[in-house]
């Protein structure tokens, strides 16, 4: 009985082990798939007409633009906005973690990756921290985002549609910011989905943010954007209240209005307005600006005073050997502060004493205390204009955009204003 | 009855079971990635194809291969596509083929590295430092900074064959280890922190500091600070720094360990130096033993091997001629003579030396140090004597300068004596001492030299010697340090 137990037993198993799993992928083959996939990405790369507009962001928010052209057989040639020349590399595509395209030699786009700053700038080791390994993070027909694998860089392809458009790819970007640059102040306004938002818009670090107020605190968004054509598109999507923008779309100036206008991505009319005051004002950093110069003593500006959107409107910069302006709060064992002017080695022998008053919603205003000299001739004009924007009445908003960085803004009309760092 | 009824369920069973294992699966999928990247092949590949691969089955990967690197963690960037064949080549002519020439293909073949992979910036590590080059168990070679690699720039030259020789060093030894004799040499100065000898370690005197650092190593018995990590790479370094520095580089080396006394070498009241003599010895007989070890495991003449190879680096990465590099704003403006540091002056250059010598020390009761010619000003030479009073400090000398006008004619001068002679202080100092040294002064004074290397004198010694032959007597020469 027992034997009959065992073989029954044994004959259930070797009946059982005959069952195969006949199951198939639902989707094919996943290196059958995959290999298509980079097929066609390969494919589409080689198969553009007028080549591939690439814009790269790099971990350390450094902005480049390329032009690209691939080939089927492995080659690409390229040119940047640092290197205009062209210059043919090869590339390939290589399944790794994610489908990655890879510059596999160096070129014009390695530069602003090499670790060697005698190459091209950058940190020693590390250069600007930018990619040569990119993987597909999606791919439409005519836009292919990409990531960096290594140090997290963004590159967008986007499909160049003739020989003019390739021609325009280096120089939107000045075009977008001199429209930009035609709001006067310092202070500007949108509507988004209904929320009334303050604007921040850096045209030299092609950055866009938006405030706005939830529950009575300011929320900020920003995303640094690339120019293409008169798109200004986002690389990181900006949600405001219920609304997500990816990008502006047909930007222009509105001489008769003094507006901004665009179109969001969905289609919605966006405008952008000059506005004299802050969304909402911290009326602490004033005090803390003056008690904490950068410096211990002092904090530097480079580009002296932006009027009406021009940078350097006085032109401090075209003073000789002009370095920076030292704005010193106070100076020690006095009872005023200062504006100097650092030549490299000194101080002129000119630049303002000023005293700072604190009003309680916390605006800074001056009244001038004696000079530290004459200014020469050739400069006078820069270093009076300097020193009658510090004594304008109603004094300055202190808006501090970093850990070490505030910008002084003019109460009266916001369209004068000075960077401190 | 029973029994049939068993045999038939086991064969019944046995069948069953066997049908039952047989699954087949679906295998003729190809796997990305699988055999390696693929991409259209170009002229480089064909290079690579056809001085690397077919011929010695050696891989050379110079696309960019993240995996490949030893730390993968570094921002790195791959080599530019047109430097791959220039480095290549002159590894190829500068290491494989003086191996072939001396042993044949096949030896190559079996026991060179298998792979290489070529990067173009160095890796740069947290203390400072850069990596060149890694080199895995004899099997690959990663070689880096190559985007910076200049053909004519033989100091880099040489780093990278330095590399490449150490490495297949290695190979040789593990396949024939050598004698422990070797390690019995200077079994007590191995160090893990061999890295911590570099220039600047050991003195904000950088005079002092050069010889603290020299004597560190070179002074202990070893060619290169990496030799003091381990018996293994002492063993390779010893054999690379030989084939890639040449034999005057070595000697040259040797020659110059002495016992010093702060930045002073210790000498006599004769001026006579004191040799570090364990610091030679220990450096020769590591020599001694590599060259046998060559003959005796793989039956190769070391010298020869050295020619060879010295042969190759100066046809792929010429040294201009002498004459061209020296004088005013040039390479070089001062040759160096220390006959106590140097071998194989000429004996009638040593005998008008050593007769000055012993006059100055009899007649005015000083000794030379040392002599140079200097080239700092336009057809003019200066002959200068270094002498020293026996009974003063030893950081106390004096300069004796003698001026000599010449003309020079493709490497041809005659040294006129120039008159008047100015009366500076080591013009001076000439006045002093000029009626003792008669026969030095004899040798130059309206003689006519050659300016050119002395390599076929002391083979292998360009760049190290440059020397003045006596043009109408070439039994008579000097040469010294640039």
Known sequence: MKKHLLYLFLFTLALGSCKKDKT??????????LSETLT??????????????????????VLATFLFTFTDKNRTTMSADYEPTLNESSYRLKALQRPTLLFDTYSILHLIADPTPSKFGGDTGGGYYSDFEFAFLSASADTIKLEGTFNKSKLVLVRSKSAADNDAAFTAPDEMTATLSKLRTYFKRATVGGLDCEVRLDPNSRVLGFSYLEAGALKTVTSNYFVSGSSLILFEPLVIGTSTITGLNGVSFDAATGFINASTNSG???????????????ATVAARFLANPVYGTYSECYTGFTVDGVIDAYGVRTIPNFFSIDYYPKITGQNYGAVRFWLGTAYGAYGPAIIPTVSVDGKISYVQDGSYGTAPVAIRPIITNTTNNFLKQGGFYVIQTDTKVYDMVAVADARSWITFE | MKKKLLSISLVALTTIFLAGCSKKDD?????????????????????????????????????????ELGEIYKNVVPIQEDLVIPVMNIIKKTWIDPYVAVKGGDFMKEYCQKQFYLAGSPSY????????????????????????FDQDNKAAVRQILHTMHHEFGHILNQNIAVTPDYQRITPG???????????????TNAAL?????????????????????????????????LLEGGQANFDNIVNNLFVYDGVYIKRNGKGIYEQNADGRAKLLRKKAIVTSYMKDSWGIDIADLQARTQAAIESQSPTADFNSLLGPAKTYSTITVNPQKLTGLSTKFLAAYNTANTGLQTGVGYYIDNISLIFT???????????????????????????????????????AYSNPQPTTTTYANARAIEAAIPTLLNYFKGQQFTIRWVDDIVPQSKSIFGGLVKTNDPTSYLFGTL
């Open chain 1, 24 to 33: 198939d992928p639902i989707l094919g083959n996943v290196d059958d798939r």
């Open chain 2, 377 to 415: 000003t336009a057809n003019k030479v200066i002959l200068r004597v270094n002498f020293m009073d026996p009974t003063a400090a030893l950081g106390v000398g004096f300069n004796a300068d003698f001026n000599f006008d010449i003309a020079n004619i493709n490497g041809n001068i005659t040294l």
């Open chain 2, 209 to 241: 500091d050069k010889i603290m650092y020299e004597a560190d190593f070179w002074g202990k018995g070893f060619i290169t600070p990496y030799s003091r990590s381990n018996k293994d790479d002492d063993f390779v370094e010893t054999l690379s720094t």
């Open chain 2, 27 to 67: 295998l003729s999928t190809n796997i990305v990635g699988l055999g390696g990247d693929t991409w259209t092949k170009g002229p480089i590949d064909e290079w690579i194809s056809t001085n690397y691969t077919t011929p010695y089955n050696i891989e050379v990967k110079y696309k960019w291969d993240r995996s």
């Open chain 2, 125 to 148: 590590n947290s203390n400072g430092t850069i990596t060149l080059g890694t080199a895995e168990s004899g099997r690959k070679i990663v070689l880096l900074d190559l985007n910076t």
């Open chain 1, 40 to 61: 066609a990405y390969k494919t589409q790369l080689a198969g553009a007409q007028f080549g591939w507009k690439g814009y790269l962001l790099t971990d350390t928010k």
């Open chain 1, 268 to 282: 919605a009319a966006l405008q952008i307005k000059e506005a004299i005051a802050p969304l909402k004002y911290d």
């Open chain 2, 189 to 203: 100065d191995y160090t893990a922190t061999w890295f911590n000898i570099f220039r600047g370690a050991y003195s």
